[in-house]
């Protein structure tokens, strides 16, 4: 909000400094945003004379004026504003001058064949108001070559504070004259808001409020006031200074009064040319489909939340927001009905965020304007009309109730040291909350020292501030006046223990989980939760519970019950724009069932093409190999062993997923219940998903991972080295094709846990030399001394337990 010092001083007696109101305004908490000496940036500018304004000869939208700007010569100026005309006064820039609402410099110049040699501005081009539709228009009695901030009396100091949104009090500079007198930066003037007395009857009855029980009604309480016979024009030129230096552009007195009283005192007021209005107006909310065309010249629907201003031919305003053109006031208007409203702050709230209009009064309604300015800014209205327009004023025409919420609040004093730590006393927490206008329920005073904090006051909060409903509202009061730079800052204590754990186990596993995959290669991609109900069913979802009950898009009906949907997607996509090698994973939630135990976090992973660990594309050295599942399954184990897990020590099935190849799939488990899948995506659901190219992922269940035990742990050294060499011994072992790899591996290496180190497999082979139905799986182990070299007859021992463990566990024989 904008406001000038001089404007400030008309409602508080002070000596203050500019500079030093300044300082306050931040420091009471309405912060200053920007202080602007208008008088220093427009001095170069100038009132001129429009001697003549020809046709250009080049330009159909162009004239060229001969001006008069002060020096003596008639200067040469083209312009293509619609009211350049022969003997107009305005404002002239003289070449080199700063264009501040154009922000250039403005210079000589040649315009279609024409010599230019400065520039006739607007209020934009000043930055004084919006208002860009033509230059500046100065009374005929306007003198030549002065500084217009001299001329204008827009020399003076503009305060720009930032409003929060529960002080709707300090929309007017009246609330905040009335914030710096309690500061004790001056003393706050009375205004005059006394009965005007009436000269009769008002034509207009008071306004009917037609709202059934059951609509939202935006109005509380419509003051209105038929003034007769008066007499429209400019409004002074002082008051159009005022609102000029705040941005504001002047209509008309009717209507510059309205604003003056709006920035004023925080009451906007609207109003209506009286003879323009059809019947008796009434006021209601909007019909389907009603429209309304607003001063700002633009047409809006509206809808029947919306409260209007309506006579006999529809709405006249849009209640709380804006005023229509067709009853708008003119120079021509003769009686006026002038309006000052009580309107639901939420409700103005809601009607603007539908229309997109913001309007200086939406601004002010929907912070809560004081409802008992309702009525004394009817009268203060119609005092200022009297004084500057003349007429009659007629009865007041007043229909509805206001609000009033009468709040008392129980204040013990002692919680403003308790929540600001200021040692303040009680005769000074009683006194500002005094200034600031707050009442007392009992005698406040205390004793002389004014020290006895151990008591508590009824507080009543007056009607302009409806934001202070509790002791901690009233502990802020009395804080911005004592100065939030005087509360103390106290280091907090020092925590003497260890902090607790602050992420949950999920939270941690989807970190790993992140981390783990990203440092192998994948990238991560975030997709929809989302999916259409064909793709859920595909993957085991879409259950009816699942099923969303407003879906955004025909394709996102249901919830997802797998990542891999959204990953196949984001494949296909890129695979459309010519990406088809790609690493992808997501770490998010799907949802198993509508309960909550139905909601899981995975971990899901997905390659295509050549997109292997060690990169993707074409090559040199070789032909680049295809994904398969192989590579699934070690970004399975790679996030397992980042989260703790061994996947040598969890159980390894050959029972592929749904959406896996029936040959190259696996399942995870440990006992009865599933940790994750992996494999390669079906050729099938390829095709059907209109993805080519092989397809590897991995689906890991976070939640179903099985906490880590709690138990003491010995200390252990890092890492622990032997000095003997290893060695290793082949074997090769004759089993049935049903046989896994991973039962031989697990029975080798639980033959002697103490020496054997590591156990791979290095061969598979099948073949008539083995015989039917049977495969010969080669494997190596490594065995590893640790206190002395090994003699034959040991490492003979250590190979025959392999050999036993193995023909145990897999009814096979060693290959000869």
């Known amino acids: 909000m904008k406001f000038t010092l001089d404007w400030l001083k008309e409602h ?3 000596s203050a400094s500019a500079d030093e109101i300044g300082k306050t305004l931040t420091t009471i908490g309405l912060e200053l945003e920007g202080m602007e000496d208008q008088g220093k940036a427009l001095s170069a500018f100038v009132t001129a004379h429009v001697v003549s304004a020809e046709q250009h000869p080049n330009a159909d939208k162009l004239r060229v004026c001969k001006v008069d700007a002060g020096t003596g010569e008639l200067i040469d100026v083209v312009c293509g504003a619609p009211n350049a005309r022969t003997g107009l006064k305005s404002v002239f820039a003289f070449p080199g001058t700063y264009i501040p609402g154009k922000d250039m410099t403005i210079g000589k110049g040649n315009i279609r064949g ?64 009335r914030d710096l007198a309690a500061f004790g930066l001056g003393t706050l003037k009375a205004t005059d808001m006394s009965p005007v007395p009436s000269k009769g009857k008002s034509p207009i009855a008071p306004l009917p409020q037609l709202f059934s029980g059951d609509e939202p009604k935006t109005i509380r309480k419509f003051g209105g006031r038929y003034i007769k016979g008066v007499k429209n024009g400019p409004s002074p030129a002082w008051l159009q200074q005022r609102l000029r230096a705040v941005g504001l552009r002047p209509v008309n007195a009717i209507v510059d009064i309205t604003n003056w009283v709006s920035l004023g005192w925080g009451r906007p007021l609207h109003a209506y040319d009286a003879d323009k209005i059809v019947g008796q107006p009434v006021l209601r909310n909007a019909r389907p489909g009603e429209t309304i065309d607003a001063l700002d010249n633009k047409i809006y629907t509206l809808d029947e939340t919306m409260t209007v201003i309506a006579d006999d031919l529809g709405p006249l305003c849009l209640g709380g927001i804006m005023g229509g053109i067709r009853s708008g006031s003119t120079d021509e208007t003769v009686n006026v009905f002038m309006e000052c409203a009580s309107w639901d702050p939420e409700l103005v709230a809601r009607t603007g965020r539908k229309t997109g209009i913001v309007s200086d009064a939406r601004y002010r309604l929907e912070r809560s304007v004081d409802p008992a300015l309702t009525e004394p800014g009817l009268e203060l209205a119609t005092r200022l009309v009297l004084q500057l327009c003349g007429g009659e004023p007629m009865e007041p025409a007043i229909s509805g109730e206001d609000v009033f919420p009468n709040t008392v609040v129980e204040f013990p004093l002692t919680e403003v040291r308790r929540l600001t730590g200021l040692n303040v006393t009680s005769n000074t927490i009683v006194h500002t909350l005094s200034d600031l206008g707050f009442g007392f329920t009992r005698n406040p005073e205390s004793d002389d020292s004014g020290e006895d904090l151990d008591r508590s006051i009824g507080v009543v909060v007056p009607s302009w501030r409806p934001d202070v409903t509790q002791k901690a509202d009233l502990v802020e009061e009395v804080m911005r006046m004592v100065g939030v730079d005087n509360v103390p800052v106290e280091p907090l204590p020092r925590l003497n223990h260890v902090a607790p754990r602050m992420l949950t186990s999920i939270q941690n596993r989807r970190r790993i989980a992140r981390r783990a995959l990203a440092a192998r290669g994948l990238d991560e991609a975030v997709t929809w939760s989302f999916i259409s109900h064909e793709e859920a069913t595909r993957f085991g979802g879409g259950q009816e519970g699942l099923q969303l009950a407003n879906a955004i898009a025909s394709d996102m009906t249901d919830m997802r019950p797998s990542l891999l949907p959204g990953l196949l997607a984001a494949i296909r996509r890129n695979a459309n724009r010519g990406t088809t090698d790609l690493a992808l994973f997501e770490v998010g939630q799907v949802f198993l069932s509508d309960a909550p135990e139905g909601q899981h976090t995975y971990a899901t992973g997905i390659r295509t093409g050549t997109a292997k660990l060690d990169g993707s594309g074409r090559h040199w050295s070789g032909k680049a190999e295809a994904v398969g599942v192989f590579d699934a399954k070690a970004d399975l184990a790679a996030v397992l062993d980042a989260l703790g897990y061994d996947i040598d020590k969890v159980q390894l099935f050959a029972e592929p997923a749904p959406w896996s190849h029936p040959g190259r799939g696996g399942r995870v488990a440990q006992g009865p219940k599933t940790l ?61 094709k049903a046989v896994t790899a991973g039962a031989i591996l697990r029975a080798a290496r639980g033959a002697d846990k103490a020496l054997i180190r590591d156990v791979n497999v290095f061969d598979v082979f099948e073949g008539v030399h083995v015989g039917e139905g049977k495969k010969s799986v080669a494997i190596e182990v490594t065995l590893q001394p640790t206190d002395k070299t090994l003699t034959d007859e040991e490492i003979e021992k250590v190979s025959a337990a392999v050999v036993a463990a193995v023909t145990k566990t897999s009814g096979g024989v060693l290959r000869t």
Request: charged share 25%.
């Open 676 to 736: 994750g899948w992996f494999g390669e995506l079906h050729p099938a659901w390829a095709a059907e998903l209109d993805i080519d190219g092989p397809v590897s992922a991995f689906e890991l269940d976070l939640d179903a991972l099985p906490e880590p035990r709690k138990k003491a742990t010995k200390t252990k050294p890092a890492l622990t080295l032997s000095t003997l060499m290893p060695l290793s011994r082949d074997f090769a072992f004759v089993v049935d």
């Open 114 to 177: 024409q010599v230019s040699n400065g520039m006739l501005c607007s209020n934009a081009e000043l930055e004084l108001s919006n208002d860009h539709d033509g230059i500046i228009e100065l009374p005929e009695d306007a003198p030549v070559g002065v500084k217009y901030v001299d001329y204008a009396g827009i020399n003076g100091v503009v305060f720009d504070i930032s409003i929060t949104p529960n002080r709707g009090d300090a929309t007017g500079v009246y609330g905040i004259a």
């Open 12 to 14: 508080l007696d002070t």
